[in-house]
């Protein structure tokens, strides 16, 4: 089994201390093999935010797989958040981020859906470079065929219904038909502080959108969360954790067998061979 940890809108600088404080225990207790945190680390990107975020990142057990959020911009400093937004964040959080998991079950990655400046009033909104999507695409395309292919970021592509906010992310609807039509298993995300599992459809393939809560005071009317993502070789199992006030309890699981993820596994390696368009020359390694 693979044993995923999965954060977001942590905020430092309004983060909740008393969730953060009862963790520990419970990250113990789930053993987790890897840790993945979808942006927002911090409240307004500043230096001493990100030393504390670094410190507490630097203390979960295992590798960590990271992106980076629109708070993690300088929200003070048009310049710095012009010229270089994400300078803060490569001192403090990109030593600690391995940019690739990989073991017998899964292949996580991430992508920066955030921007410092944009032309449009709303700099908050999220932004999928399709260039670059496809570069991840590929990358999951090299590995084995087998494994759930997991993508890291911080924006939902498509915003849920129960979403407390509703936005639009650039190009977010042809980079999620990209990702199925791609063979992506799920889409890691935040932003919305309100946990979610979405299934979709938007290629002939199956894909989870999947959100974590927020770790932080800014809660929405819920209550502090993150995610615990279980993958067998049979299933996957999804599970929201949040803290009541006294300690972290489980939520009823999403369970979902493996070989309902993606159509396309079970039609084969050939027709995956020739839906992914690789060419003879990059063979996939079979099972």
Known sequence: MTSILHFADIHFGVEDQSALAKLGATIDKLEPDISVISGDITQTGSEEEFARAAEWIA?????KVI?????????????????????????YIDPLDIGLFEDENVIIQSMNTARGVQMKLDWSVGVVDLDRLDTVIARFH????????????????????ESPLQKTTDNGPEALKRLADGNCDMVLSGHVHVPFVVERKPGGSELLSVSSGTLSTRRRDNNPA???IAVTADELVITMIEFDGEGFVRSEAFRKPRHELSAWRRDGYETMRKKAKILDTQPLREP
Do not use: C, Q
């Open 226 to 228: 993150f995610n615990h």
């Open 142 to 161: 090299e590995s084995d065929w087998n494994k759930l292919r997991l993508l890291n970021v911080h924006h939902p592509f498509i915003y849920p219904p």
């Open 59 to 63: 203390g979960l057990a295992g590798p």
């Open 67 to 91: 992106t980076a959020g629109n708070h993690d911009t300088p929200m003070y400093g048009i310049i710095d958040r012009m010229m270089k937004p994400f300078d803060r964040y490569a001192d």
